[in-house]
T-cell receptor
Framework: AQRVTQPEKLLSVFKGAPVELKCNYS??????LFWYVQYSRQRLQLLLR??SRESIKGFTADLNKGETSFHLKKPFAQEEDSAMYYC??????????????FGEGTQLTVNP | DTEVTQTPKHLVMGMTNKKSLKCEQH?????MYWYKQKAKKPPELMFV???????INESVPSRFSPECPNSSLLNLHLHALQPEDSALYLC??????????????FGEGSRLTVL
């Protein structure tokens, strides 16, 4: 079974502070990990995927297979980063077919 | 065109009604998905179509009936729903469904209210 855990439902930081959103996963094979973001009244959209190793909007995430983690980091948070962030894992399911499974999400609020 | 379009945006229906949600993409994607999202919860997978064939049904009640008429369209037929089925229904697509899904592109969703 594939499982994604985001331990913090809510995270509040001040503008300019570093931010880290935690994500741990459980999967027996080689997963593909993503961070999706949902801004207020906007559609769910991809922020990062581990295989691209990019920095998007100042965010980075490194896949740590030893710790089965894929934490999202940004050195200096901005107010426009306030949103719901979902860590997601793509892998082959128990029955058939590949699927994208989401963690419970972390609501990030960046205060002025 | 890099968008997934869903109609209607809002739908109110009674428990005896029959209605349909529609989803369209023109990105040449061969995998399409239906997710259900309740308020302040993550999206939950319902169905996956891969190359127009149903590949995953996450034990969804038969009052939800998916259909994939062609590679660009995905429908979700609704019949005899319950009030607890009220939610945001998200459609998504991806290039192909192999050992991993790749990036999913999501629509804005259809907000369903069952009275």
């Amino acid at each position: 079974a594939q499982r994604v855990t985001q331990p913090e439902k809510l995270l509040s930081v001040f503008k300019g502070a570093p931010v880290e959103l935690k994500c741990n996963y459980s999967y027996s094979g080689s997963p593909e990990l993503f961070w999706y973001v949902q801004y207020s009244r906007q559609r769910l959209q991809l922020l990062l995927r581990h295989i691209s190793r990019e920095s998007i909007k100042g965010f980075t995430a490194d896949l740590n297979k030893g710790e089965t983690s894929f934490h999202l980091k940004k050195p200096f948070a901005q107010e426009e980063d306030s949103a719901m962030y979902y860590c997601a894992l793509s892998g082959w399911g128990e029955t058939s077919g590949s699927r994208l499974t989401f963690g419970e999400g972390t609501q990030l609020t960046v205060n002025p | 065109d890099t968008e997934v379009t869903q109609t209607p945006k809002h739908l109110v229906m009674g428990m005896t009604n029959k209605k349909s949600l529609k989803c369209e993409q023109h990105m040449g994607h061969r995998a399409m998905y239906w997710y259900k999202q309740k308020a302040k919860k993550p999206p939950e997978l319902m169905f996956v179509y891969s190359y127009e064939k149903l590949s995953i049904n996450e034990s969804v009640p038969s009052r939800f009936s998916p259909e994939c008429p062609n590679s660009s369209l995905l429908n979700l037929h609704l019949h005899a729903l319950q009030p607890e089925d009220s939610a945001l229904y998200l459609c998504a697509s991806s290039q192909a469904s192999g050992t991993t899904t790749g990036e999913l592109f999501f629509g804005e969703g259809s907000r369903l209210t069952v009275l």
